[in-house]
Every structure is written in C-alpha cells, then in structure tokens.
C-alpha cells in the first residue's frame, strides 16, 4: 500500500523535474493527475465487477474527490496565510 501511494504521488511530480518552464509543469502536474485520477477510478470499478458505465461514473466520482480534496488543501493554506502571513528572509552569509 506505502509503495502504491507513493508511485501515486511521485506521478504528478515528474514534471518538475522534467520541465524547466515551472507554469508549464505545473500544468502538465494538473493534467497528469487528473489522468491519474480518473485512470485508477476507472480501474477500483472495474476490477470489482462494475459495468463500463459505472466505472467511467467512478472515475468521474474519483475526479471530483480528488479535485475537491485539492480546493480544501488550497483554501487551508490560503486561510492560514492570511493568518500568519510567512516572509522569507534572505541573509548574507
């Protein structure tokens, strides 16, 4: 299990390492997830007896969970931001 999710988070970030462009791996990251998520929604379903429909409905359903989990994952950091706003300072040496 330890193995499969870190294959499943290792995924998305290939591109940063792949591409130089960071805006261009960040969106490439998004796309590979999004493949990610519905690949392996449609799979769960299938490997459990789902009909063809049922299991592109699993994938759509992980696609949303997913995304969703992102948003949440998004507006914490941003809330604790406006909290406790982080500065990065620079020193010589």
């Known amino acids: 299990m330890s193995i ?4 499943g988070g290792l995924l ?3 591109p940063y390492f792949a591409i130089a462009d960071v805006f261009n791996a960040f969106y490439t990251s998004i796309g590979v997830t999004i493949a990610i998520l519905l690949v392996f929604g449609y799979v769960k ?3 459990t007896g789902c009909t ?3 299991s592109c409905v699993s994938a759509l359903h992980t696609l949303g969970v997913g995304a969703f989990a992102a948003a949440v994952s998004y ?3 941003r809330a604790v931001n406006r909290i406790a706003p ?3 300072v620079l020193t010589d040496g």
């Open 52 to 54: 063809k429909l049922d």
């Open 12 to 14: 998305p970030m290939i």
């Open 86 to 88: 982080s500065y990065c």
């Open 75 to 77: 507006a914490v950091v």
């Open 45 to 47: 379903a299938a490997a």
């Open 4 to 7: 499969a999710y870190f294959i």
